[in-house]
């Protein structure tokens, strides 16, 4: 099992464009037919800056692979965190699900929400990633991220 990194954003993990801006979106993109990925691989392709709300994740599947392909989306805390089993060959292109939105079943005939927290916060910067649960060699897939500037510091572009 090996580490591919694919991140952007700079040690920082701001775009140099939005550095002011409190919302700002990073993306990455992936093609495995350029770069193929063997089955339990992780794939380092977002690097999100310290004191950032994270508010979703979007997994947009731009090329199927062809073949039998599964897919998580996580950081160093919950390695499928944010997307648990994408499947890399059928279904929908885009898939966005952030965990901390999802309904669960509580006590009979009720519903709880589990989005309290309404997105992960990152007080210390961190890394999306996508773990290859099979070998891709044809699929095209991005990543990107909905976040929130949360550092004091920053500053309002003018």
């Known amino acids: 099992m090996a580490t591919i990194d694919y991140r952007v954003g700079g040690t920082l993990g701001l775009p140099t464009v939005q550095a002011f801006n409190k ?3 990073i993306s990455r993109k992936i093609d495995c037919s350029v770069q193929n990925v063997p089955d339990d691989d ?3 392709m977002l690097n999100i800056p310290a ?3 994270v508010l979703d994740v979007i997994a947009n599947k731009i090329t199927l692979e062809g073949g039998t392909l599964t897919f998580d989306v ?3 805390d919950d390695t499928d965190g944010y997307h648990d089993g994408i499947n890399g060959n059928s279904g929908a292109t885009a898939v966005s699900c952030n965990a901390s939105f999802a309904l669960t079943e ?3 005939n ?3 929400p589990a989005y309290s927290k309404g ?3 990152y007080d210390a910067a961190g890394v ?3 773990i290859f649960n099979d070998a891709a060699d044809a699929a095209v897939i991005e990543l990107t991220a909905i976040c929130v500037n949360c550092d004091p510091r920053a500053g309002v572009a003018v």
């Open 42 to 44: 992780t794939v380092q």
């Open 74 to 76: 996580g950081d160093a």
């Open 23 to 25: 919302v700002f979106a």
């Open 106 to 108: 509580g006590a009979p």
């Open 119 to 121: 997105g992960k916060y």
């Open 51 to 53: 004191d950032t709300m």
């Open 128 to 130: 999306i990633s996508i």
């Open 110 to 112: 009720t519903i709880a």
